[in-house]
Nanobody
């Protein structure tokens, strides 16, 4: 079992930045790749980014790369998502999740591949 708790969401103006954090506890953190997803009202859960267990490999949705950056610290059992140049359409609940280690991008983009999820943190971007 892995417990995940997100933090760092809030209200920000368009063009601003936020740094989301996800703290993990329970099972060995380094056994898992970690991903971030988001879900806006009335929309499906959307893949943002993922990082492999070691932190060496990162994966991004095409539309997110360049503005968002994922990283992890296995010593602190945390994964972070830096959000820059935010837009109103980035408004959503942001979730971190844990997936068994994999070397394949296809395993990171599918929500159903993830075994554990946090409760989410709201990000609201005003225009």
């Amino acid at each position: 079992q892995v417990q995940l708790v997100e933090s760092g969401g809030g209200l920000v103006q368009a063009g601003g930045s936020l740094r989301l954090s996800c703290a993990a506890s329970g099972d060995t953190f380094s056994r898992y790749g970690m991903g971030w997803f988001r879900q806006a009202p009335g929309k499906e859960r959307e893949f943002i980014a993922a990082v492999s267990w070691s932190g060496r490999n990162t994966y991004y949705a095409d539309s997110m790369e360049g503005r968002f950056t994922i990283s992890r610290d296995n010593a602190k059992n945390t994964v972070t998502l830096q959000l820059n140049s935010l837009k109103p359409e980035d408004t959503a609940v942001y979730y971190c999740a844990a997936v068994p280690n994999s070397d394949y991008y296809s395993d990171y983009v599918r929500p159903l591949a993830y075994h554990y999820w946090g409760q989410g943190t709201q990000v609201t971007v005003s225009s």
